[in-house]
DNA sequence: CGGGATCCCCCGAGATACTG
DNA sequence: CAGTATCTCGGGGGATCCCG
């Protein structure tokens, strides 16, 4: 058995050899925003060793999941995509964000946001969430550093990085904003205590709330 | 950052972080089958440092995923249990699983399976298929060395690890019972061909494999 | 006997410099 | 831009030992 397997003919056994790699699922969510070069990979995640990143590549590119696009590019640029097999991780990591996201109240000493994270997460809330009925609404939303769009058209929602050249409301996440995402406070009292700051319709905040939704775990009383 | 983190305010991040450490996601898997001593553990996933298994049932209480139950048991064995917590990966896990079973068809040199893998991939199976319209049915299925078995009254499917004391239909698994769970053989070619050898009614092995499906990937030609 | 702790070795991860 | 090279260091693998 080498240092990667677990010598159990098991699908998530499976799963864990390729994901249980430091740095792997982190590479997987930034590719699951769209193709990326390798520079664009080593941007979003600060700390990779670049060593590591491109042997992670290498092994994701082996094991039919990223590949390598080099030809065919006018400005001679590399870009990684994932494979219909690698995009199938798309559910499966989505749970595991929602899972991990249950518990997440503010960030640790340190901790940033990126264009993919933050793209991630509204992704992952569009699904807890339901859209009033309502026109096309494009929302540009700020957290740190970080920046991406949505744009709703009823119950579709597409999420992507970077700015929105027309936004309708432009949201910009202060310390309270993980709380708006769980219900925990209003759009009204986000408004009032900062945790939101917005440029346009302050009904729209109110759309943005139920369309948009990532709900914190019950703290069970009784553990079990 | 400590060298598990990842300085990210991410709900992926933060699910890496626990999920990403090697053995971590088996462990889960067997304690998501049920409350498990540390003996059981360490005969479940052959291969792990006993060090190893103390060190991930030490973080994963201090995370809130597991509690360590010692008292009140007249035996004087302890416990590990998942907290409310916990049992919340189940379906993010049932997810990984079923991605990592998609390209699963044979097992590599010196794979075993277990009590606890058989049992999680016929839960999952479970999801994938619909049982046909019938009375109770119990099925005890063999694999390798480990065996499972299951109870379906309608739409409701219960594993558990371990014989049944009175299985409708026993099976055991042949090389080929995998394919079986795709779809890629029918039943009759599963008998024909020692994919499968069952003791009890032939037709209960119809609605067994319409209740337990685990399709394979589909091979994309253009891999994109 | 169940439930670990201790030890040593080594590989993989981190950090950084360098190159096609 | 897209990696490779090199070094260091901590965590995992493996065996053994310990304690109630």
């Not at 060593?51 to 994701?60: M, Q, V």
């Not at 993919?116 to 569009?126: F, N």
């Not at 406070?185 to 319709?201: F, K, M």
Request: hydrophobic fraction near 40%.
């Amino acid at each position: 058995m080498g240092s990667r397997e677990y010598g159990q003919f098991c699908g998530l056994a499976r799963a864990a050899e390729v994901l249980g790699q430091r740095w792997t699922m982190l590479i997987l969510r930034d590719l699951l925003v769209g193709p990326r070069r390798y520079s664009d990979l080593v941007a979003g995640l600060p700390g990779i060793p670049t060593n590591l990143l491109a042997t992670r590549l290498k092994e994701l590119e082996r094991d039919g999941i990223v590949v390598r696009e080099a030809r065919d590019r006018p400005d001679r640029s590399i870009v990684y995509r994932l494979t219909a097999r690698g995009a199938d991780l798309g559910p499966a990591l989505d749970a595991l964000g929602r899972w991990g996201a249950a518990t997440m109240h503010a960030p640790r000493d340190g901790e940033i946001v990126t264009d993919a994270s933050l793209t991630t997460a509204l992704r992952v809330a569009a699904q807890g969430g339901r859209a009033p009925d309502q026109q096309s609404v494009t929302y540009t939303i700020r957290a740190g550093d970080a920046v991406a769009h949505a744009v709703v058209r009823g119950r579709q929602v597409e999420v992507a990085p970077g700015e929105s050249p027309s936004p309708d409301l432009v949201l910009t996440a202060g310390p309270g904003f993980r709380d708006l995402l769980a219900g925990a406070i209003t759009p009204e009292e986000a408004l009032a205590d900062g945790s939101v700051e917005i440029t346009g319709d302050p009904d729209l905040l109110d759309a943005f709330a139920a369309t948009f939704v990532v709900p914190y775990a019950t703290r069970a009383l009784d553990n079990r």
